[in-house]
């Protein structure tokens, strides 16, 4: 079982889903965070006071999935997160972590079982 | 405890020396009636008002002026609140968010009390004696002796023949006295304890607004009779509140931040609402200040709108020049500010001159606060000096370059060929701008030995809506 976690564009969210349902991938927990990668995310202006190094909206998207899904998924997101044919600057990041339990709290089932 | 004794005794002996005077009063206000009586056309209503109170006037009130004045007086609370608590609480960090718009409510309450006790006495009564031409005195404590169909001793300057009731030109003046504190809270913001601003708030309305409202507006007023022109609030409402924010940012000292840093906004929506709500409120405030609904009213109303919306489009400009892009935050800014710039003035400009005031207040305004601010290094949160200091100031030299008769008759500025009126102006502003400065401090020193001002650093850093109020603005979860 692996854990994976992708950072994407918010607005590339709707085509990720899109992709991942198509792989049969279901399960998500979405939030809304802020980040900001090598080039320091953006400058914003009030009352002509420049704040550089702003936190960039980002959306993380988390997965558990049985190891037979893991190719699949990751090539969903990236299929669905990457912008355009060659790709841009901030489309963001995946983690594929090992995952060593899982539980479904209503049943206590655990495993591969409880992930579905 | 001790400190609360010692204000107790000060506030005692005040209200004490006060009544003496107000007995002196009294006494020789008998021997010789209206002796010192003030200009043409306040003086009958005065003296009628004060002498017998019949149950109804001479003349009837003119409905239309009086259905006016009420309106405008409503509509003038409501750039406090919400306006202004809206523009300044979206400015400020969410932690702050409460405080800030509790010292535009709080404000509201505490100077409307204020105001019926002892306020509008000091600033629009009449005194007897050496002091008269600088307080009101305590004839009017409690509006004593003024009933519903007393007519307003303050009456249109050009049309001298309106007549609405007293109470709604004391109410009127009410909402002037209370957005004037509340302009301030922007200097001080995000670091004030309630229990010093209330203190304090209560002291500068009634020490440092109510003597200089005197002095400018009233009939006795030594700047009125001198001839400064300050339609409505220039230099009362908003280069004092400024000096006064200036006065209190220099000695709160700044917000725990890198210097050089400052904070964004937490929801320039509310900015921009609050904003918007002051835009239209000011049509009270200055179309509201001839008190009448005539030819002068729409005069005021057609260039407060005209400078505000020059100001917006010039601080816009101004952003671009600058930073590439106009800001909204900074469209919001420039309206306000030609708002102020052209209070003093909506009664003695036209249009061309509207226009002029715009375009000056924003450029001058924006170099205030993105140039004077970070090189002098004071932190006015919220920019109270920068744009209502300077604007005001501006503003009332502007009135005194293109005042026109035209307008009013007989008063020209500057460049009708009046340049005397830059006199009067400019004694205006000096003395508003030390009057201000020195009270404000003195005021704001006293009260932070009797029972502390700021807030401690840990306070500062969890946020003023925990520590002052025990409430937050926005929860995280449900």
Redesign the interface.
Known sequence: MKYIIAIIQPYRLADVQAELYKEEVNLMTVSEVVGHGRQKGVT????????SG?LLRKIRIEIAVNDDFVDRAVKAIMRGARSGESGEIGDGKIFVLPLERVYRIRTGETGGIAIG | MKRFATLLILFLVLFASGGMVFAQNATTTTAAPAASAPAAASTNAWTASAAVPAPAPAQPFDTGATAWMIVASAIVLMMTIPGLAFYYGGLVRRKNVLSTMMHSFGIAAIVSVQWVVIGYSLAFGHSDGPLSPFIGGFKWAFLNGIGPYDPSPYVDPVAATHLVPHYIYIMFQAMFAIITPALISGAFAERIKFGGFALFITLWATIVYDPVAHWVWSADGWLGKLGALDFAGGTVVHMNSGVAGLACALLLGRRRMPEG??T??HNVPFVILGAALLWVGWFGFNAGSGVGADGLAASAFLVTNTATAMAALTWMFM?VL??G?P?T??AA?GAVAGLVAITPASGFVNVAGSLVIGIVVSVVC?LA??LLK?AAKYDDAL?AFGVHAIGGAWGAIGTGLFATAMIQPGINGLIYGNPRQMLFQFADIGAVLVYSFVVTTILFKLVDWLVGIKVTPREENIGLDLTQHDEKAYTVID
């Open positions: 914003e202006i009030y009352r002509s006071y420049r704040e702003n | 840093t400052s964004p906004p952003d600058f930073h892009k800001t935050v900074g800014t924006y606060v993105a970070p920019d």
